[in-house]
């Protein structure tokens, strides 16, 4: 079992940054951040694969969005600059526990979930 806790949601202006964190209780292999507008389906955002390090990100963020990991606070960080209203979404954190090539971009492939953070972004 791996418990995913989130932080660092919230109200921002365009064009302003915002740090999400995800604290991870157990072994992993892939964590990744995933968004959802009211509407619209779960989208990926960004991927690391924790052990080697390798990321991999959706189109839409690419540039502007960072994802890292901290192997001694077990913990996943997506920075988000230059955020725009499209941004707007809960953003979730998901985890593979499952060995298998890199990357993971498939909701369905994901094991764990967090509880979700809400990042809204005014005009």
């Known amino acids: 079992q791996v418990q995913l806790v989130e932080s660092g949601g919230g109200l921002v202006q365009a064009g302003g940054s915002l740090r999400l964190s995800c604290a991870a209780s157990?072994?992993?292999?892939?964590m990744a951040w995933f968004r959802q507008a009211p509407g619209k389906e779960r989208e990926f955002v960004a991927a690391?694969?924790?052990?080697?390090?390798?990321?991999n990100y959706a189109d839409s963020v690419k540039g502007r969005f960072t994802i890292s990991r901290d192997k001694a606070k077990n913990t996943v960080y997506l920075q988000m600059n230059s955020l725009k209203p499209d941004d707007t979404a809960l953003y979730y954190c998901?985890?593979?526990?499952?060995?298998?090539?890199?990357?993971?971009?498939?909701?369905?492939?994901?094991?764990?979930w967090g509880q979700g953070t809400q990042v809204t972004v005014s005009s």
């Open positions: 157990g072994r992993t292999y892939t």
């Open positions: 690391v694969l924790w052990g080697a390090g390798s990321t």
């Open positions: 998901a985890a593979d526990t499952r060995l298998r090539p890199f990357p993971v971009v498939a909701p369905p492939d994901y094991d764990y």
